[in-house]
């Protein structure tokens, strides 16, 4: 069993910033990637960054320059720094790992981010 657990979103204005963090825990041997998704409503769930063993990074389109994906390895933890933030980026934030080995993705309960003055 694997636990994803999102932290640090919030309410924020057009401009600002927010940090968001995931960690997971559990029969875990390695993860390869850890993601970050977003769902807004009305909306399908998107992929909005992805960070590999080695550090090769995955970014959306609509986020390069703005979101930077972080990982600390050795505590299973990932992180989105989220700067220049839009009312397009309101969304539930999805954490995401693939567990090496079982090859099974498991989700955290996400967090709300919402950006609006």
């Known amino acids: 069993q694997v636990q994803v657990v999102e932290s640090g979103g919030g309410l924020v204005q057009p401009g600002g910033s927010l940090r968001l963090s995931c960690a997971a825990s559990g029969s875990i041997f390695g993860i390869n990637p850890m993601s970050w998704y977003r769902q807004a409503p009305g909306k399908e769930r998107e992929l909005v960054a992805a960070?590999?063993?080695?550090?090769?990074?995955n970014y959306a389109d609509f986020v390069k320059g703005r979101f930077t994906i972080s990982r600390a390895n050795a505590k299973n933890t990932v992180y989105l720094q989220m700067n220049s933030l839009k009312p397009e980026d309101t969304a539930v934030y999805y954490c995401?790992?693939?567990?090496?080995?079982?090859?099974?993705?498991?989700w955290g309960q996400g967090t709300q981010v919402t950006v609006s003055s």
């Open positions: 995401n790992v693939l567990v090496t080995g079982s090859g099974r993705n498991w």
């Open positions: 960070m590999y063993n080695g550090g090769h990074t």
